[in-house]
């Protein structure tokens, strides 16, 4: 099964185990002990509907999935009216919004790149980061599993 979505399915400000995509394997796997069961956690902060779209078109059938559990909108609401993603990008050319998705995730791979992004914005805003988000960006490739 794999989780696109936004910093909810991510697990933002809460230890990975506690996030949804971890509690519904959890769960699967006690309700079918006989079933081989994993969820894979591909929720990026600050992403909407169109950038969980554009990652499962690019990667979501590399990973197989039987399942898919797509959970965006939080960040969709606060952009003003008529300024989605899709009208944001509509102009874009589809290989160079594929470059960019793949430059992201590249960047996401890297310690530095991590680095940056927990601590600017826990300065910035004053985010609290549990100590399972910070084991989870360290052990995490482009997935959290």
Request: charged content about 25%; glycine content about 8%; aromatic content about 6%.
């Amino acid at each position: 099964m794999l989780c696109i979505g936004d910093s909810i399915t991510f697990g933002f400000n809460v230890d990975q185990d506690d996030a949804y995509p971890r509690q519904l394997e959890r769960l699967l796997r006690e309700r079918h002990p006989g079933r081989s069961i994993e969820v894979v956690n591909a929720g990026v902060s600050g992403w909407s509907w169109l950038q969980g779209l554009r990652f499962f078109e690019v990667h979501g059938g590399a990973l197989h999935p039987n399942v898919v559990v797509a959970a965006h909108g939080t960040n969709d609401r606060f952009l003003p009216a008529k300024n989605t993603d899709a009208e944001r990008l509509g102009h874009v050319d589809r290989a160079v919004v594929r470059r960019l998705l793949r430059l992201e995730a590249a960047l996401l791979r890297t310690n530095t790149y991590r680095f940056v992004e927990q601590i600017i914005p826990a300065r910035l805003r004053d985010i609290r980061v549990s100590a399972g988000c910070r084991r989870q960006m360290r052990e995490a490739d482009m997935c959290h599993r």
